[in-house]
C-alpha cells in the first residue's frame, strides 16, 4: 500500500517559518518515487486544493505566483522525501499542506499538515 506522510505543520506568526517534509513509503512507490514530479497542495478553508510548487525529478522546482520568492521546494530521493521550506509566511498562506504527484493522484493523498500563520 502506498503511503504519502506529511509532517511539520504548526501555528507560527507572521513572517514565521516553517519546514514541511513527506515521506513515501509502500512497495513499488517508495522505488520509483525518483522518477515522479512531485507536488506541494494547499488547502485553505473553503477554497479548492491548489498547487503551490512542484519539482521535477531532476530537481527543478517550479512555484504559483502567490509562494515565489518564499517557498523552497526540494527532495531527496534516497530518502524518498520531498521537502517545502517555506519563509516569511504570510496569514493568506494558512491551510493544509498535502504532498502528492504532479499531476496529482487521487489515491495518494494522505492526512496532509495543517499550517496556521497568525496575524
Known amino acids: 500500500q502506498v503511503q504519502l506522510v506529511e509532517s511539520g505543520g504548526g501555528l507560527v506568526q507572521s513572517g514565521g517559518s516553517l519546514r514541511l517534509s513527506c515521506t513515501a513509503s509502500g512497495s513499488v512507490f517508495s522505488i520509483v518515487f525518483s522518477i515522479y514530479a512531485m507536488g506541494w497542495y494547499r488547502q485553505a478553508p473553503g477554497k479548492q486544493r491548489e498547487l503551490v510548487a512542484n519539482i521535477t525529478s531532476a530537481g527543478n522546482g517550479n512555484y504559483a505566483d502567490s509562494v515565489k520568492g518564499r517557498f523552497t521546494i526540494s527532495r531527496d530521493n534516497a530518502k524518498n522525501t520531498l521537502y517545502l521550506q517555506m519563509n516569511s509566511l504570510k496569514p493568506e498562506d494558512t491551510g493544509v499542506y498535502y504532498c502528492?504527484?504532479?499531476?496529482?493522484?487521487?489515491?495518494?493523498w494522505g492526512q496532509g499538515t495543517q499550517v496556521t500563520v497568525s496575524s
Open positions: 502528492n504527484t504532479d499531476p496529482r493522484q487521487n489515491r495518494l
